[in-house]
């Protein structure tokens, strides 16, 4: 085997070896020296081959979410995204479990809303029973002061 002329500083254009040699990487005559050699394109690891992409997620699957979420924050709005989202959830035999916790957080939280906005009802009612049996002004009925007017 024969090793091909480098060229010197006052030579013009690129080393082409001789047709003899023969070399395992293929030449580009565009560039100085021998090409790299060609390998098949790598797939980074973080990012799945397009035949492996992801299946899409069941739809209400956002919604199961987003019921959880406002279950927690607005009762009655995320018992009822909970509920339609199970509903859809359930058509596509996906998993429903949150949509099931969103369920029972918002049926919780919103039957202790209505338990806590009747009790102040009942408050605010005996307040005006007491007040218009004692009549205008400031009273004190066993230590409790009220204050009707």
Not at 4 to 16: F, L, M, N, R, Y
Not at 41 to 53: M, T, V
Not at 82 to 97: D, E, M, Q, T
């Amino acid at each position: 085997m024969t090793i091909p002329e480098q060229p010197g500083p006052d030579s013009v254009g690129p080393a082409v070896p001789p047709s003899d040699v023969s070399s395992p990487h293929p030449v580009d005559a565009g560039t100085q020296g021998i090409a790299a050699p060609q390998y098949p394109p790598h797939q980074h690891p973080a990012y799945p081959a397009p035949e492996q992409a992801a299946a899409p997620s069941a739809p209400g699957s956002g919604m199961a979410i987003a019921g959880f979420v406002l279950a927690i924050i607005v009762p009655i709005v995320g018992l009822i995204l909970s509920i339609v989202a199970f509903v859809k959830l359930k058509k596509a035999n996906a998993p429903r479990g949150l949509a099931i916790a969103g369920i029972i957080i918002g049926a919780l939280l919103t039957l202790a809303w209505i338990v806590g906005i009747v009790a102040i009802g009942f408050a605010i009612a005996g307040l005006a029973a007491t007040c218009a049996e004692l009549g205008p002004g400031v009273w004190d009925v066993n230590g409790v002061t009220y204050t009707c007017g």
